[in-house]
């Protein structure tokens, strides 16, 4: 069983940047689609960002477009989300999650994804 582990999250000013990690247990191969999302208080979990299961297709919620960007390292088991402009509107607990996908493009609903990390919190206040 895939276990995901994220990290990264804190306290930023209002422009400032983050990059959030998820280690995985086990090596995400292609066959794998990866997602971000996070919830804030009182609102659904949303996607913000998407890669397909060869990392050639991404996808990104339109608030965060140009600002946000999706990787990942296969050599690493990681994936990350190197978040600038950062604004209060970003303020939420930030999920990753995987899934194997035959498609060859990304998936951007929750209940595509069977595998879920913790966690992080990321607050954007001055």
């Known amino acids: 069983q895939t276990h995901l582990v994220e990290s990264g999250g804190g306290l930023v000013q209002p422009g400032g940047s983050l990059r959030l990690s998820c280690l995985a247990s086990?090596?995400?191969?292609?066959?794998?689609?990866m997602g971000w999302f996070r919830q804030a208080p009182g609102r659904r979990r949303e996607c913000v960002a998407a890669?397909?299961?060869?990392?050639?297709?991404?996808w990104y919620k339109d608030t965060v477009k140009g600002r946000f960007t999706i990787s990942r390292a296969d050599a690493t088991n990681t994936l990350y989300l190197q978040m600038n402009n950062l604004n209060p509107e970003d303020t939420a607990v930030y999920y990753c999650?995987?899934?194997?996908?035959?498609?060859?493009?990304?998936?951007?609903?929750?209940?595509?994804?069977?595998?879920w990390g913790q966690g992080t919190q990321v607050t954007v206040s001055s």
């Open positions: 890669l397909s299961p060869t990392g050639a297709r991404t």
């Open positions: 999650a995987a899934t194997p996908y035959t498609e060859q493009n990304y998936a951007t609903a929750d209940w595509e994804y069977d595998y």
């Open positions: 086990e090596r995400m191969f292609n066959g794998y689609a």
